[in-house]
T-cell receptor, first 113, second 114 residues
Framework: GNSVTQMEGPVTLSEEAFLTINCTYT??????LFWYVQYPGEGLQLLLK?????DKGSNKGFEATYRKETTSFHLEKGSVQVSDSAVYFC????????????FGTGTQLKVEL | SAVISQKPSRDICQRGTSLTIQCQVD?????MFWYRQQPGQSLTLIAT?????????ESGFVIDKFPISRPNLTFSTLTVSNMSPEDSSIYLC???????????FGSGTQLSVL
């Protein structure tokens, strides 16, 4: 079946530091890959997505590249801000799975001044 | 996009009682799902709400415990039956249109069972 593995948190960074949150997946077929973010006290919202190999999703300075050869979709940002503090979830969906999302365990990011 | 209204936003319930959570969408959607997010954990899919027919449950979830209705393309309910403290969790409604397209999430219902 499908599964997503994320690096464990919490990840604590200073403002303007470089961020990487690792995500690898196991899936049948060709899944779509997503990063969702959950800010404190808010619901889940889509951050970015990629639907095929070598696609790069980007939004709000965050990027992730769909690497089929390494089955990875690592999230990166060149310079984090305090306002980026949130929980980040990697997820996948596959056509064979009826568009159901399989989530990773989430990684909490704390950005300090 | 979709605006999802989920009610109640939170509740505190007694053991053995049931709670029904409502999910209302401002437009017709193809797919509706119910997820659970237990404290400190990721999201787990409970079931797919099918319009006009019985929901499709994931492994570990059964209709007697989590009955779901979806009478039309904009509305669904999830009932948590005969609650125990282990049911304390955030329950999330999510909606979407196409396969491999993004899902939109409601703000969730935080349930505490005493």
């Amino acid at each position: 079946g499908n599964s997503v593995t994320q690096m464990e948190g919490p990840v604590t960074l200073s403002e303007e530091a470089f961020l990487t949150i690792n995500c690898t997946y196991t899936a049948t077929g060709y899944p779509s890959l997503f990063w969702y973010v959950q800010y404190p006290g808010e619901g889940l919202q889509l951050l970015l997505k990629a639907t095929k190999a070598d696609d790069k999703g980007s939004n709000k300075g965050f990027e992730a590249t769909y690497r089929k050869e390494t089955t990875s979709f690592h999230l990166e940002k060149g310079s984090v801000q305090v306002s980026d503090s949130a929980v980040y979830f990697c997820a996948l969906s596959s056509a064979g799975g009826g568009n159901k999302l399989t989530f990773g365990t989430g990684t909490q990011l704390k950005v300090e001044l | 996009s979709a605006v999802i209204s989920q009610k109640p936003s939170r509740d505190i319930c007694q053991r053995g009682t049931s709670l029904t959570i409502q999910c209302q969408v401002d437009s017709q959607v193809t797919m509706m799902f119910w997820y659970r997010q237990q404290p400190g954990q990721s999201l787990t899919l409970i079931a797919t709400a099918n319009q006009g027919s019985e929901a499709t449950y994931e492994s570990g979830f059964v209709i007697d415990k989590f009955p779901i209705s979806r009478p039309n393309l904009t509305f669904s309910t999830l009932t948590v039956s005969n609650m125990s403290p282990e049911d304390s969790s955030i329950y999330l409604c999510s909606v979407g249109w196409g396969v491999n397209e993004k899902l939109f999430f409601g703000s969730g219902t935080q349930l505490s069972v005493l």
